[in-house]
C-alpha cells in the first residue's frame, strides 16, 4: 500500500498523468481482485486499516480523474 501512498501524493502535487493513471490502475485493480467478503474475514489484520487509509486518501485526491 506504500505504492499507492507514493504514487497518490506524487500526483496530487504534480498533476502528471503518469502518477495519475498508474495509482488509478492500482486502485481498480485490487478493487476488482478482493470483495467486500475478503475485506470482512481479514478485519482483525492490521493491514486492512493501511489499506483502507491509502485506498481513502487515493479516492479522495483522484476522484476527479476517475470519473474522466
Do not use: C
Not at 500526483?11 to 495519475?20: K, M
Amino acid at each position: 500500500h506504500r505504492i499507492v501512498n507514493t504514487l497518490t501524493y506524487a500526483a496530487f502535487l504534480t498533476e502528471q498523468p503518469v502518477y495519475i493513471n498508474k495509482a488509478i490502475d492500482i486502485l481498480m485493480a485490487t478493487s476488482n481482485k478482493y470483495s467486500a467478503d475478503d475485506y470482512d474475514a481479514m478485519n482483525e489484520h492490521l493491514a486492512v486499516g493501511d489499506a483502507a487509509h491509502a485506498f481513502a486518501v487515493a479516492y479522495d485526491w483522484l476522484e476527479p480523474e476517475l470519473d474522466a
